[in-house]
Nanobody, 121 residues
Framework: QVRLVESGGGLVQAGGSLRLACAAS????????MGWYRQAPRKPRELVAS???????NYADSVKGRFTISRDNAKNTVYLQMNSLKPEDTAVYYC???????????????WGQGTQVTVSS
């Protein structure tokens, strides 16, 4: 029904930058919150940044001032600009979107398949 496809991960040196993108497609009437989560080995998945359709943003303390989330609502796409990357940012990054389908009344959460970000020291 709804598919989220992430792109933009990779290997970067500490201090470098990467930009992640996540495009939602399928049977979508409306999208509320879109966000990014990450999961490092042997650690629980954690929120990195989120942004509702209204435009306010929410960031984990560990990324404030370094990461910026943005959305293109016309393209159903959310971005994560990551600057001043640190080795501790190494993780699989997942996109999440809260979507309502065409003809439906319920909001559901959808997740992407994840993209690996590796920051070398």
């Amino acid at each position: 029904q709804v598919r989220l496809v992430e792109s933009g991960g990779g290997l970067v040196q500490a201090g470098g930058s990467l930009r992640l993108a996540c495009a939602a497609s399928g049977n979508i009437f409306s999208i509320n919150v879109m966000g990014w989560y990450r999961q490092a080995p042997r650690k629980p998945r954690e929120l990195v940044a989120s942004m509702p359709s209204g435009g306010s943003t929410n960031y984990a303390d560990s990324v404030k001032g370094r990461f910026t989330i943005s959305r293109d609502n016309a393209k159903n796409t959310v971005y994560l600009q990551m600057n001043s990357l640190k080795p501790e940012d190494t993780a699989v990054y997942y996109c999440r979107a809260q979507c309502r389908p065409q003809g439906g009344a319920m909001w559901n959460d959808y997740w992407g398949q994840g993209t690996q970000v590796t920051v070398s020291s």
